[in-house]
């Protein structure tokens, strides 16, 4: 899973996207040779994933109409999130908003368990480490979630996406609709 971090001029930074196996990074460069994004693509939870220079991935869409349409087709379910995730870090609390992240990472991920530091969520969240942390324990004291050491185990999946707030289930439609 790949985090697109848009970073400050003070060096804060706040996730503005993520990017799993239904999409691709650095999409604004491959389609414009002239676009510069202002948001950093960064490695979240260790996995595998395919790299290609920004030529080289052009060629294939260029020779590919069905890789073109399915990038194209992705543009704008990227764009919905970057819009929810901006409105969802602005307007909504800790908890749902940390739930609707876990339950993001999970269906990016494919799996229930994950490593991921507290800091790092609060650096996805654009919230402080300790209301992470406070967040993260209420999660945990519900029976949520599990947090041992770096490795987060989602424990009750039904009752994490009650938790999370509707941008949860925005995205998951808007992503489920994708591909058909």
Not at 47 to 63: C, I, N, P, Q, Y
Request: aromatic share 6%; charged share 20%; glycine share 6%.
């Amino acid at each position: 899973m790949i985090s697109l971090v848009a970073l400050m001029q003070d060096g804060g930074s706040v996730e503005v996207a993520t990017v799993g196996n239904e999409g691709v990074a650095g999409v604004p460069e491959a389609l414009d040779p002239d676009a510069r994004t202002t948001a950093e693509a960064t490695g979240q939870v260790p996995g595998k994933a395919l790299a290609l220079d920004v030529e080289t991935f052009r060629r294939h869409m260029s020779s590919n109409d069905g890789l073109a349409r399915l990038v194209h087709a992705y543009l704008p379910a990227l764009f919905a999130l970057v819009a929810q995730n901006s409105s969802c870090n602005r307007l909504h609390h800790s908890v749902p908003r940390l739930a609707r992240w876990l339950l993001i990472t999970r269906d990016r991920v494919g799996s229930e368990k994950f490593e991921l530091t507290h800091e790092f969520m609060a650096q996805m969240l654009g919230a402080r480490r300790s209301t992470v942390s406070e967040a993260a324990q209420e999660l945990q004291e519900s029976g949520l979630i599990s947090y041992v050491r770096g490795q987060i185990t989602i424990l009750d999946p039904a009752r994490l996406r009650a938790e999370a707030c509707e941008c949860y289930e925005l995205i998951s439609a808007r992503f489920a609709r994708l591909y058909d």
